[in-house]
């Protein structure tokens, strides 16, 4: 990997997928995950619960066996979702009970928070809906060096399909975490703070709009999209710990 590609010479870095994390998270503090619709953003609603969220690889047979082992729920496919089902979906866990233990699988944002994990870094996990809270928890850790990753979408072949509604979560936090100088915050992390600003006088609108929007409004989940729109709902702040995301706001 080219050298200039891993952003080294500044602080505050920003990239997208896999691949984009391993290049700029080398001598990181903090990794900040950002897969709004809607890894991240169901996350931060289980934890809205006081629920303690298992993240796990987008495999429904072996999370269900991990599940069982951890005494916890699993959360199954949209697709496979519906009355009394907690699945990926925000809405199916805002109307959970809460408390316990649920396994979460993600093809997206799950493999990014393990491959991030095995790095030493910290693992945060950010949406819109606790962009502001996530930063200040990143703020008070003060000269730390952090990669925000947009997680994105997969194409049907598999190659990432970078997804807008990821650009604004990322760049959401990255504002946040302002005023970016451009002497410590790339490029790239300020541009994607600017598409946020960009975008933030119509974050629902927006939202309903792009294509993994319209996609999930397609489908039916038109509340999931309402929910991910819920900029600054929630002051919780989901750190990876072991194996399992647990609200980190009041240790900050």
Not at 109 to 128: I, Q, W
Not at 157 to 168: I, M, Q, Y
Not at 233 to 252: H, M, N, Y
Request: glycine fraction near 12%; hydrophobic fraction near 45%; include cysteine.
């Amino acid at each position: 990997m080219l050298p200039a590609h891993r952003q080294g010479a500044y602080r505050v870095r920003f990239d997208w997928g896999p691949v984009g994390a391993a290049a700029v998270v080398a001598d990181c503090d903090v990794a900040v995950v950002v897969d709004v619709l809607s890894f991240t953003t169901t996350l931060t609603v289980a934890l809205d619960a006081g629920t303690v969220v298992h993240p796990f690889r987008w495999d429904p047979d072996s999370a269900a066996t991990y599940a069982a082992e951890l005494g916890a729920a699993v959360a199954v496919g949209r697709s496979r979702g519906g009355a009394g089902k907690v699945s990926l979906s925000p809405l199916s866990v805002r109307g959970a009970a809460g408390g316990g233990r649920l396994v979460l699988p993600s093809p997206n944002g799950s493999a990014l928070c393990f491959g991030l994990a095995e790095t030493g870094v910290t693992v945060l996990g950010a949406s819109l809906r606790n962009a502001s809270a996530v930063a200040r928890w990143v703020r008070r850790r003060e000269g730390a060096r952090v990669a925000v990753i947009a997680a994105g979408e997969r194409w049907p072949d598999g190659s990432l399909r970078p997804a807008a509604e990821d650009l604004w979560g990322a760049g959401a936090v990255l504002h946040a975490l302002g005023p970016l100088d451009p002497a410590e915050a790339s490029p790239e992390s300020r541009s994607a703070a600017e598409a946020f600003v960009a975008a933030s006088g119509d974050l629902t609108g927006r939202l309903r709009e792009c294509a993994s929007g319209r996609e999930l409004i397609d489908k039916g989940f038109a509340e999931d999209v309402a929910i991910a729109a819920e900029f600054d709902a929630t002051a919780v702040v989901p750190v990876l710990r072991g194996d399992a995301f647990e609200d980190g706001s009041e240790s900050t």
